[in-house]
T-cell receptor, first 111, second 115 residues
């Protein structure tokens, strides 16, 4: 069964550093998403992406964040200058039409 | 504002007992409704979904959920839980559905199973 994959599973970084989280969506899907879950809190929407542009973004998704689909398979989330409060589990999701399927997540720890 | 409420933060049931996890949503129209499960250290797995039609939907792992428009609820049920059902369960809605609409998640209910 096709699935969304994410790398790395765990990333540790120093505050102020740039990080790139990578996702490989399900191959025939056209809609891509990033969500995050701060420890002990609910899953929050960050951004959706379709046809090589952002469809919707939340208030969390400020200028420090960017997304890109650099080739036909990868979908990335970049955080330019990480803050302590960016520590969270980041989930990528993709959908073909109406149901989003989630990857296993990347745990980002900012020290 | 659109919201999803899961009133139970933590529930413990005995193995073999029945289970019902509550979910209420706040939205003007009927949203698209989902239940996801997150096992420790794992991602979010889709259990079931409701878009329209029969208000009782069947999902994977023996779970079912019933949509009740009058109560704005979408409760998850299982007749007999197994120890492997211990996980965090999230109710979720897509309020204004288009193909790129965001999901709004509830705060989750942690399910523990008593041997």
């Amino acid at each position: 069964e096709p699935e969304v994959t994410q790398t790395p599973s765990h990333q540790v970084t120093q505050m102020g550093q740039e990080v790139i989280l990578r996702c490989v969506p399900i191959s025939n899907h056209l809609y891509f998403y990033w969500y995050r879950q701060i420890l002990g809190q609910k899953v929050e929407f960050l951004v959706s992406f379709y046809n090589n542009e952002i469809s919707e973004k939340s208030e969390i998704f400020d200028d420090q964040f960017s997304v890109e689909r650099p080739d036909g398979s990868n979908f990335t989330l970049k955080i330019r200058s990480t803050k302590l409060e960016d520590s969270a589990m980041y989930f990528c999701a993709s959908s073909a039409v109406d149901t989003q399927y989630f990857g296993p997540g990347t745990r980002l720890t900012v020290l | 504002a659109q919201s999803v409420t899961q009133p139970d933060i933590h529930i413990t049931v005995s193995e073999g007992a029945s289970l019902e996890l509550r979910c209420n949503y706040s939205y003007g129209a009927t949203p698209y409704l989902f239940w996801y499960v997150q096992s420790p250290g794992q991602g979010l797995q889709l259990l079931l979904k409701y878009f329209s039609g029969d208000t009782l939907v069947q999902g994977i792992k023996g779970f079912e959920a019933e949509f009740k428009r009058s109560q704005s609820s979408f409760n998850l049920r299982k007749p007999s839980v197994h120890w492997s059902d211990a996980a965090e369960y999230f109710c979720a809605v897509v309020p204004g559905y288009s193909s790129a609409s965001k999901i709004i998640f509830g705060s989750g209910t942690r399910l523990s199973i008593r041997p």
